[in-house]
Every structure is written in C-alpha cells, then in structure tokens.
C-alpha cells in the first residue's frame, strides 16, 4: 500500500513540477508535449515554445531529480544495513567527497565527457581507502567504518580545495562551488541517461540482495551461518553503491542528507525487512528530490538556489528529531 501510495505521488508531483516555473505550463500541455514526443495520438497543438520548455528544460531535470533522489536514498538504506549503523550513508563514508573529487579535476581540465567515469573512479577509490582504513587491527566494525569514512572524507574535501585553489581560474570558481553544493540546473536528456541507467543496473542489482542485506542484521557471524558468504557479498554491495553514487554525484554534485534521512522515515512505514524497504526508500527520496528541487528553482525566483541548501534546510530539523526519538527510544 505504501509503495503504491508513494509511485502515485511521484507522478503527481513529477507532473506538478514541470507545471511550476517563470512561465506557466498547463498540464494539458504537459501531457499534449509528452504525447508528441512519444507518438501517441493526443488532441491539440502545443505551442512551440511550450514544448521547448516542457522537453528540453523541464522534463529532463525533474526524471534527473528523481533518479538522483531514488539512487541517493537506496545507496544510504544498503550503507546503513551493511555496516550496520545507522549514521551511515554515501557521505559519511567518504564516497561522496571522492567522487567530488574526482569530478571537479576533469571540470576544471575541461573533460566533460569524462566526468561521470571520474566521479565513479573517486567514488570507488574513497570505498577502498575507507575499507582499507577500517580492516586495520582487525575485522571491520561499524565503529571503524565510520571514523575511516570520516577521514577519507575529510582528505577528499581537503584535495577538493586544493584542486580549486591551484587550478580554478574566472568564472570556473562559480561553476565549481555551485556543483560542489549540489545543483540540477544543467540536467539534460543526457543526465537522465547517465542518472536512469545507474539507477537501473545499480539500484536493481541492491534490491535483489534484499535478503542478504537481511542476514546482515543480525551480524556477520549470523549472515555467514545462513550461507552468506560475508566478504564477497559486502564488497559486492558496496562496489554496486559506489557505482550508483558516483553517477549521482556525476549529474547532480553533492546532495546531503538525503541518504541519511530518508531510510529512517522510510523504515518506520515498512518495516526493517529490506524487500519492502529498498523499492518503497528508492520511490521516497525521488519525491523528496523533485519537490525540493522545485522549491530550489522557484522559491527566490529569478535567483536559483543549489537544491543541497534546501535538503540541508529540511534535512537538519528532521535529523534533530531522529535524534530526539532515539533518545526517547522509538528511531530505529
């Protein structure tokens, strides 16, 4: 029922989204440029200048804010279950700042087309400097995890700015700190192919270990009685959640907290067991992005503000109220 729920809003508020903007769009003509677009028969002529803004500027960045959100949410709901904390997620791990890094070496080097190959590589170079970091003195444990992350997190942000600082020239300073913060104002259909195809490889492969993400909470001892073979499944999953953020990080920059909140809302309404979990956290943060995309894009109109700061405007009160519940017993 939940998930259900939650598809029939993402189409609701998807549609309602490319409404919204400095010009205003009927969703008659929404549905007239969809319809065009894919060949099905419709009554009506859209205008041009509509469609332009409907296909070419609109649409592409709401499925970009949604894939983005979707992804982000499933890779901090198997963060938080594979290393079994639940302050876990792409950020505190230091995926995010390695792909950052990553990313914003070929931007200011001028190599877009390289860019989402770079975010990955960073993704998957700050997994294994982190796991690497962890296993020292021992087995991992969430506590080690957390402490690697945070410190592969921090030397990503320092080579970060130490890229912009040695490197950066003009308008490359703006362009630069405005991905860093998180933006969707440059989506295209080629985003919505680099985010949807992540999303579909990454995301599904996440969904189908389902059960051994399971087995994981009960701990390794646990998950390798059921059969689990704990080494190759955690890398696995993670290798597969470093793919997924560093494409998201690839399109979108740097979103916070949207892979820390989500799951902990999420799991309230569905349970702890990850086959209801994972699609209904994924359908979840691809709402959540769209609407605050939007609100990015219109609230201080004609300015537009990176959608990180409104994730972080919604993400830090209800985080504080996470922290007031587990104090009272009842976050899981």
């Avoid at 983005?68 to 079994?84: H, P």
């Avoid at 997620?89 to 700042?97: H, V, W």
């Avoid at 190599?111 to 975010?119: C, I, Q, W």
């Avoid at 909470?217 to 993670?238: K, P």
Wanted: glycine share 12%.
């Amino acid at each position: 029922m939940w998930l259900a729920l939650a598809l029939a809003a993402l189409v609701l508020v998807s549609a309602l989204a490319v409404t919204i903007g400095p010009a205003p769009v009927s969703l008659t003509d929404v549905l007239g440029s969809l319809a065009a677009h894919l060949g099905f028969p419709h009554s009506g002529t859209v205008p041009v200048l509509t469609d332009a803004i409907v296909w070419q500027l609109r649409l592409p960045r709401v499925l970009t804010a949604a894939f983005v959100g979707a992804g982000l949410a499933l890779s901090g709901a198997v963060m938080q279950s594979v290393t079994r904390n639940p302050l876990a997620d792409p950020y505190l791990l230091g995926l995010s700042s390695g792909a950052s890094l990553g990313a914003v070496c070929v931007v200011i080097l001028g190599v877009g087309v390289a860019l989402p190959l770079a975010a990955f590589a960073g993704a998957l170079a700050a997994l294994v400097a982190t796991l690497s970091i962890a296993r020292v003195g021992g087995t991992i444990t969430p506590g080690r995890a957390v402490l690697a992350g945070l410190a592969i997190a921090q030397l990503g942000a320092a080579g970060t700015s130490f890229v912009i600082f040695w490197a950066a020239k003009g308008d490359s300073y703006r362009e630069i700190l405005n991905w860093l913060l998180g933006s969707l104002a440059g989506s295209s259909w080629g985003t919505v192919l680099i985010a949807g195809s992540a999303l579909l490889l990454a995301g599904t492969g996440l969904v189908l270990a389902a059960s051994r993400l399971d087995a994981f909470a009960f701990g390794d001892t646990a998950a390798a009685s059921l059969g689990v073979d704990v080494n190759r499944t955690r890398w696995a999953l993670l290798g597969l959640v470093a793919l997924l953020t560093g494409a998201m990080v690839a399109v979108s920059g740097a979103i916070g907290f949207v892979g820390l909140i989500l799951p902990h809302l999420v799991r309230g309404l569905s349970g702890p067991g990850h086959r209801r979990l994972l699609p209904l956290v994924a359908v979840s943060g691809a709402v959540f992005l769209v609407i605050a995309d939007t609100l990015a894009r219109t609230v201080f109109d004609p300015r537009e503000l990176p959608v990180g700061i409104i994730t972080a405007l919604i993400g830090v009160p209800v985080f504080i109220a996470l922290i007031k519940s587990r104090k009272s017993g009842t976050w899981v």
